[in-house]
């Protein structure tokens, strides 16, 4: 059965400070491992990662896979308040193309 | 373009009841999903169609959860009857697809997500 872990589950920082949120997963057949960001509302799309090595990155956020070791990690640097939010890891096989979650990370960035 | 809709947002019903949910996806995303997230977990996929078919419904209670998508386009989620451990935001979301990997397929747009409470 696939599995995601996340850790830690919880992460109190000030801003200003850099986090590292980790995911490590356990699929059958590996399609791709996505991250999410996840306020009030509805998970929304941060980045999609298929190859090892090469980092995504969108402002102060970057994301980078390592499949040899099943893992990525998801960097914030330079983190604000509006960063407070849970981070879901999900991994897709290629058999029945369904999504798996993980617990989530919940952030909190104090002012 | 529009996002994921889904109705109603927030329902409140007692143990025993019968309930249901509606979600519209992005037009032209041939896949959908239904997840249950309770408080403090990740989404869990209780069922994914694609066009009208089913694709993965195994994790679905099928007991006292079904799902239809008849025209492949809307999808409504019933519970009946409802028990108290089936309180939590059930989120739809909609995806292209495709065999080749892509974000333009791997990505899931989600809806507001419906929050149910059961006393």
């Known amino acids: 059965e696939d599995k995601v872990v996340q850790s830690p589950l919880s992460l109190v920082v000030h801003e200003g400070d850099t986090v590292t949120l980790n995911c490590s997963y356990e699929v059958t057949n590996f399609r791709s491992l996505l991250w999410y960001k996840q306020e009030k509302k509805a998970p929304t799309f941060l980045f999609m990662l298929?190859?090892?090595?090469i980092e995504k990155k969108s402002g102060r956020l970057s994301s980078i896979l390592d499949k040899k070791e099943l893992f990525s990690i998801l960097n914030i640097t330079a983190t604000q308040t509006g960063d407070s939010a849970v981070y879901l890891c999900a991994v897709r096989d290629n058999y029945g193309q369904n999504f798996v979650f993980g617990p989530g990370t919940r952030l909190s960035v104090l002012p | 373009e529009a996002g994921v809709a889904q109705s109603p947002r927030y329902k409140i019903i007692e143990k025993r009841q019968s309930v249901a949910f509606w979600c519209n996806p992005i037009?032209?995303?041939?896949?959908l999903y239904w997840y249950q997230q309770i408080l403090g977990q990740g989404p869990k996929l209780l069922i994914q169609f694609q066009n009208n078919g089913v694709v993965d419904d195994s994790q679905l209670p099928k007991d006292r959860f079904s799902a239809e998508r008849l025209k492949g386009v809307d999808s409504t989620l019933k519970i009946q009857p409802a028990k108290l451990e089936d309180s939590a935001v059930y989120l739809c979301a909609s995806s292209h697809t495709g065999t080749t990997r892509s974000v333009w397929t791997d990505t899931q747009y989600f809806g507001p997500g419906t929050r149910l409470t059961v006393l």
């Open positions: 298929t190859s090892s090595g």
């Open positions: 037009s032209g995303h041939a896949t």
